[in-house]
């Protein structure tokens, strides 16, 4: 049943650490790898990236290399500049990429990131059969367990989720929360199966998919920082009241571009001149809600 009402005027006091009036949540997309590719023996040709076209029947080989940019090039660059401002992100991987890539997993947990999932491939869910998406769920957690070190709590699914997903992660145990959600500024509990489920809402409007997607909203990395920092500060100012949280989406093939990447600097920037801020990863924003808020009421 939907929920179109959520915390209306009374939303929880998340007592974020810190007294912060907002909690910033950085998420990097891994999905490199794991897009649909006739060379990988898929029927068809992903076909969004910086301009939208689609080649059916052959290999695209443009395709293919702008996601290898991602592991090839931008993600050292990134994951530097992260590093360089102190900030921890969710890097939220496919189980497909991964596997291709396993050093980006072992690099990212060696520099402190969380590590959550993102789909076996980087495929909608939407029509899955049940057995299918089961057997993708427990496939994805394996591998990144085992890259990892340890297993993922957090779960994503690239665009709409199955009637099944959610339901499948509480299930498959182990989950602290999935960010299959859109429609708050906090986190909140949902009952699956009679237990009670953690969403920690993500966010398309905060996020470098504007550089692709056909729409190019952003052009430079000003617009994206830009942007960002005028969201966060209307969060930053209802939260002298009533703290919140942002998510900021990156993508490698996006943000890691030389003529985008000075937009995190600009953006961290910002926040820390701001104050009463907390970067956190997602899992540390999920065990935080879980210690704190018992209900979501």
Same mark, same amino acid.
């Given at each position: ?27 990097? *997309?891994?999905?490199e790898g794991a897009e649909m590719s006739l ?5 068809? *040709?992903? $076909? ?5 076209? !689609? ?8 395709? #293919? ?6 592991? $090839? ?6 994951a530097d500049t992260l590093e360089r401002l ?9 189980? $497909? ?25 980087? !495929? ?7 057995? !299918? !998406?089961? #057997? ?34 509480? #299930? ?23 237990? $009670? ?9 905060? *996020? ?35 703290p919140k949280m942002m998510s900021i989406g ?36 999920? #065990? ?10």
């Amino acid at each position: 049943m939907r929920d179109l009402k959520g915390y209306g005027r009374t939303p929880p006091d998340p007592q974020w650490p810190g007294a912060a009036r907002v909690a910033v949540s950085f998420v990097i *997309n891994f999905e490199e790898g794991a897009e649909m590719s006739l060379s990988d023996g898929d029927a068809f *040709n992903e $076909k969004v990236y910086e301009v939208t076209d !689609e080649v059916a029947g052959v290999p695209d080989r443009c395709m #293919e290399s702008h996601f290898e940019y991602g592991t $090839k090039a931008a993600w050292w660059r990134i994951a530097d500049t992260l590093e360089r401002l102190g900030v921890a992100a969710t890097v939220s991987a496919c189980g $497909k990429a991964a596997e291709r890539s396993p050093w980006l997993i072992r690099d990212a947990v060696s520099r402190g990131h969380e590590i959550s999932c993102h789909g076996w491939r980087w !495929e909608k869910h939407a029509h899955m059969a049940e057995a !299918e !998406e089961r #057997e993708a769920i427990a496939r994805t957690v394996a591998v990144l367990t085992e890259i990892a070190g340890h297993r993922p709590v957090g779960w994503h699914t690239r665009s709409t989720p199955s009637p099944n997903t959610r339901r499948l992660l509480v #299930e498959e145990g182990g989950f602290l929360y999935d960010s299959d959600d859109y429609s708050d500024d906090l986190p909140f509990f949902v009952t699956v199966s009679e237990k $009670k489920h953690l969403v920690i809402p993500y966010s398309f409007d905060t *996020n470098d998919m504007h550089y692709h997607q056909g729409f190019h909203r952003f052009v430079t990395a000003r617009d994206f920082a830009e942007y960002t920092t005028d969201a966060f500060d209307a969060l930053w100012s209802e939260g002298e009241r009533h703290p919140k949280m942002m998510s900021i989406g990156l993508h490698l093939r996006m943000i890691g571009r030389p003529g985008r990447i000075a937009a995190l600097d600009r953006i961290v920037g910002h926040m820390r001149q701001k104050g009463a801020v907390w970067f956190a990863t997602r899992r540390q924003i999920a #065990e935080h809600w879980l210690s704190v808020v018992s209900d979501g009421t």
